[in-house]
T-cell receptor, first 116, second 114 residues
Framework: KQEVTQIPAALSVPEGENLVLNCSFT??????LQWFRQDPGKGLTSLLL?????REQTSGRLNASLDKSSGRSTLYIAASQPGDSATYLC???????????????FGKGTKLTVNP | NAGVTQTPKFRILKIGQSMTLQCTQD?????MYWYRQDPGMGLKLIYY???????DKGEVPNGYNVSRSTTEDFPLRLELAAPSQTSVYFC?????????????FGNGTRLTVT
């Protein structure tokens, strides 16, 4: 059974710092991995989607990497800003469907606070 | 561009009451989803639809029903509300059958059952 873990559950950093958020998954048989951002009281916003054949994806100050064989992904945020404060979730799409062909397996998220 | 719109934003139900959570999207997406998010937990898939007239169960479908009569709308029905259904409900959509199309989420409905 695929499980996704995000550690730490919460992270607080000063403004301007470069930081890394971690996501690990137990089964390397995945189609893709997606990183989301969730602001309080809001839905999830897709940040980056990495296909299983890719090693990384970049969007602005964000860079996501994927090491499928070791079951790890990282989200690197450069020059963090207070506006980056949010909860960041990762989700994998298993190759072998579990509980429906459209099921994603989500982590519980890392709550990031960037202090001015 | 409105994206995915959910109504209502908040609702309080008494045990045994029924309600429908509304979801509509204006992106002409075929794939639509209902998730629930409980505090400190990952999102769980309730139901999904791959197109008008087609729905299927997700991971936690018990106590819920859905219908998909149009491409735009995907309502979620709670028939006999129970305290275990207290949660935040999210509707989402994506463009096509390619698994590499990203999900677009609504802002959620916060439901309390007392």
């Amino acid at each position: 059974k695929q499980e996704v873990t995000q550690i730490p559950a919460a992270l607080s950093v000063p403004e301007g710092e470069n930081l890394v958020l971690n996501c690990s998954f137990t089964d390397s048989a995945i189609y893709n991995l997606q990183w989301f951002r969730q602001d309080p009281g809001k839905g999830l916003t897709s940040l980056l989607l990495i296909q299983s054949s890719q090693r990384e994806q970049t969007s602005g100050r964000l860079n996501a990497s994927l090491d499928k064989s070791s079951g790890r992904s990282t989200l690197y945020i450069a020059a963090s800003q207070p506006g980056d404060s949010a909860t960041y979730l990762c989700a994998v799409r298993p190759l072998i469907p579990q509980g429906g062909s459209e099921k994603l397996v989500f982590g519980k998220g890392t709550k990031l606070t960037v202090n001015p | 561009n409105a994206g995915v719109t959910q109504t209502p934003k908040f609702r309080i139900l008494k045990i045994g009451q029924s309600m429908t959570l509304q979801c509509t999207q204006d992106m002409n997406h075929n794939y639509m989803y209902w998730y629930r998010q409980d505090p400190g937990m990952g999102l769980k898939l309730i139901y999904y639809s791959v197109g008008a007239g087609i729905t299927d169960k997700g991971e936690v479908p018990n106590g819920y029903n859905v219908s998909r009569s149009t491409t735009e709308d995907f309502p979620l029905r709670l028939e006999l509300a129970a305290p275990s259904q207290t949660s935040v409900y999210f509707c989402a959509s994506r463009a096509d059958r390619a698994y590499n199309s990203p999900l677009h989420f609504g802002n959620g409905t916060r439901l309390t059952v007392t």
